[in-house]
């Protein structure tokens, strides 16, 4: 039974995207994965400051994070003791090139074809980076494709722990977001990432990957 339950209304989704101001971007960019629609979604919340229906939730997710992706050279020699083929570095060097392309992809055109949306204030890769980050750290897939397509975000949701599988805590029913404390929790600590789920960023990008589970009853 669900401890949780919340509407769709409540949730970040691509769908809920589509019927914002975004809605022409996405039309014109119709092959953006479910992970960038929710990345350009909180970017422009983000922008929106305070008028924002999403403020205190943009307001509660942290202006940097603590895995790989943000370290300077650096922590990055530190962590890897300098190891120029550490998996972690080489990894993490292929994910940042990867949204770099992103970047320089799309946003040159959004901010030439929507000037009045996007800026490059609001809009830098620092903030597609932190977008993106928030997005592979927070986000949960849907089970099934008929409710919703794709991944989503919900602010409830944070407050759980994140497992996919059949065992998941997630559950999507008819009448909205279904959260319990079924099954496993797991937990991954891979050198120096630390975050929850299965997506490429809470997969260990490095050695000396620890799971730790035990069952968590509601």
Same mark, same amino acid.
């Given at each position: 039974?669900? *401890?949780?339950?919340?509407?769709?209304? $409540?949730?970040?989704?691509?769908?809920?995207?589509? &019927?914002?101001?975004?809605?022409?971007?996405? =039309?014109?960019?119709?092959? $953006?994965? !479910?992970? %960038?629609?929710?990345?350009?979604?909180?970017? =422009?919340?983000?922008?929106?400051? @305070? !008028?924002?229906?999403?403020?205190?939730?943009?307001?509660?997710?942290?202006?940097?994070?603590?895995? @790989? *992706?943000?370290?300077?050279?650096?922590?990055?020699?530190?962590?890897?003791?300098? %190891?120029?083929?550490? @998996?972690?570095?080489?990894?993490?060097?292929?994910?940042?090139?990867?949204?770099?392309? %992103?970047?320089?992809?799309? /946003?040159?055109? $959004?901010?030439?074809?929507?000037?009045?949306? /996007?800026?490059?204030?609001?809009?830098?890769? &620092?903030?597609? *980076?932190?977008?993106?980050?928030?997005?592979? @750290?927070?986000?949960?897939?849907?089970?099934?494709?008929?409710?919703?397509?794709?991944?989503?975000?919900?602010?409830?949701?944070?407050?759980?722990?994140?497992?996919?599988?059949?065992?998941?805590?997630?559950? /999507?029913?008819?009448?909205?977001?279904?959260?319990? /404390?079924?099954?496993? =929790?797991?937990?991954?600590?891979?050198?120096?990432?630390? !975050?929850?789920?299965?997506? %490429?960023?809470?997969?260990?990008?490095?050695?000396?990957?620890?799971?730790?589970?035990?069952?968590?009853?509601?």
């Amino acid at each position: 039974e669900p *401890l949780v339950v919340v509407p769709h209304r $409540l949730i970040l989704s691509p769908e809920y995207a589509a &019927r914002t101001e975004l809605a022409p971007v996405l =039309q014109a960019f119709p092959n $953006l994965t !479910s992970h %960038q629609t929710l990345a350009l979604l909180l970017m =422009q919340e983000s922008a929106k400051g @305070s !008028s924002s229906e999403w403020y205190p939730y943009v307001c509660a997710l942290p202006r940097s994070y603590d895995f @790989s *992706l943000w370290w300077s050279k650096g922590r990055m020699d530190k962590e890897t003791q300098g %190891q120029k083929n550490s @998996s972690l570095a080489l990894r993490t060097e292929g994910t940042k090139k990867t949204l770099i392309h %992103q970047y320089n992809k799309m /946003f040159p055109l $959004l901010m030439r074809e929507f000037p009045a949306m /996007f800026n490059k204030h609001d809009h830098s890769f &620092r903030k597609w *980076l932190w977008a993106s980050s928030a997005v592979y @750290s927070r986000n949960w897939g849907s089970p099934d494709k008929d409710i919703i397509r794709g991944n989503v975000m919900a602010p409830v949701a944070d407050m759980f722990n994140h497992h996919m599988g059949d065992r998941g805590t997630v559950r /999507f029913v008819a009448a909205g977001w279904g959260e319990c /404390f079924e099954g496993c =929790q797991e937990k991954f600590e891979c050198d120096g990432m630390y !975050s929850w789920g299965s997506s %490429q960023h809470t997969k260990c990008m490095g050695q000396r990957c620890v799971e730790k589970c035990g069952p968590k009853k509601a």
